[in-house]
């Protein structure tokens, strides 16, 4: 009889990723705990150690919270994934016994209190939701070439290679031009796997996570591809299980509320004049919150969804 069984409750394992905004981290923590969950934290290793230190401290007295070891995780490079796989490493690892495993940012909150969330997740099983789109992605060509070239970080400058006009330097562009005219080598996927896309979080049911785990141990060749990606955490975990035989049990979707009406490459910062379309919504989180620029947001959330005054 499995845990689920013997209590009625779902076991959800958070990872969370974060470098910044440490007492919103615990605020964060502190509203999803309950006995079924637990919480590993990955803190970018660019983050002071001062703010570190004290994180873990304060949250110290959490029997299941756990920190991951420290990556930079630069957004767009390889270091994102880095950090989730050392989630999902410690997960597998522990032997405990989880259903779900939900990817956060330190930046998103709950809308939803947790019964309800349970109570979805339990309507769910086994299935995963992840949002994913196939490659080519139609009016969006910089998504394609974020994987049909190799990416590479040279000091300043991004290098994709080979495509023409990769610099803002006009001169610099006529000489890269000239150089990879004829050179016809883009990359390809192993495996004779098709590229998918989405957004970094989601919440996947454990035979998912353990698949991930398990693929990753054999199939070297697949993460050393995805170091040359651009944005590899929008690609990475969905493309392995688009292809995975666990692909029918996923479900389209997103359960993050965000903002991106601005048309930036990032979410909106949410504030309290959005919290009427945030608590509207149908999803389970939203992010970004940021409490150096509007703390009252999330003391409204507090008060309206989990009665905390």
């Not at 993460?223 to 049990?249: C, G, I, K, M, W």
Request: net charge positive.
């Amino acid at each position: 009889m499995n845990f689920q069984e013997k209590t009625g409750k779902i076991r959800i394992a958070y990872i969370i990723l974060a470098y910044k905004l440490p007492e919103q981290i615990i605020r964060l923590v502190n509203r999803l705990n309950t006995p079924e969950s637990s919480f590993f934290i990955h803190i970018d290793s660019r983050t002071n150690n001062v703010v570190f230190k004290s994180l873990k401290q304060a949250l110290n007295n959490h029997g299941n919270v756990f920190f991951l070891k420290r990556h930079a995780s630069k957004w767009g490079r390889i270091g994102g994934v880095d950090a989730v796989l050392e989630g999902i490493k410690a997960i597998v690892e522990s032997k405990q016994e989880f259903d779900y495993v939900v990817h956060l940012s330190g930046q998103d909150y709950p809308i939803k209190t947790n019964k309800e969330f349970q109570d979805f997740l339990a309507t769910q099983k086994p299935k995963s939701m992840l949002q994913y789109y196939p490659i080519p992605y139609p009016g969006h060509p910089h998504i394609d070439d974020s994987i049909n070239y190799w990416h590479f970080y040279l000091f300043r400058w991004h290098i994709i290679f080979p495509k023409q006009n990769t610099f803002s330097n006009q001169m610099l562009n006529r000489i890269w031009n000239a150089a990879v005219k004829n050179i016809k080598l883009h990359p390809r996927l192993p495996y004779g796997f098709s590229p998918y896309c989405g957004p970094a979080y989601w919440c996947l049911h454990f035979d998912c996570i353990e698949y991930i785990y398990n693929f990753l141990k054999k199939h070297k060749l697949y993460y050393h591809f995805f170091r040359f990606v651009q944005y590899p955490d929008e690609f990475f975990f969905h493309t392995l299980l688009a292809n995975s035989p666990l692909a029918d049990r996923l479900q389209n979707q997103r359960l993050v509320y965000l903002d991106f009406s601005s048309k930036n490459a990032h979410p909106a910062i949410l504030t309290m004049y959005d919290l009427d379309a945030v608590l509207s919504s149908n999803k389970f989180f939203a992010r970004k919150f940021d409490s150096t620029i509007d703390c009252s947001v999330l003391d409204l959330i507090d008060k309206k969804v989990f009665g905390i005054y």
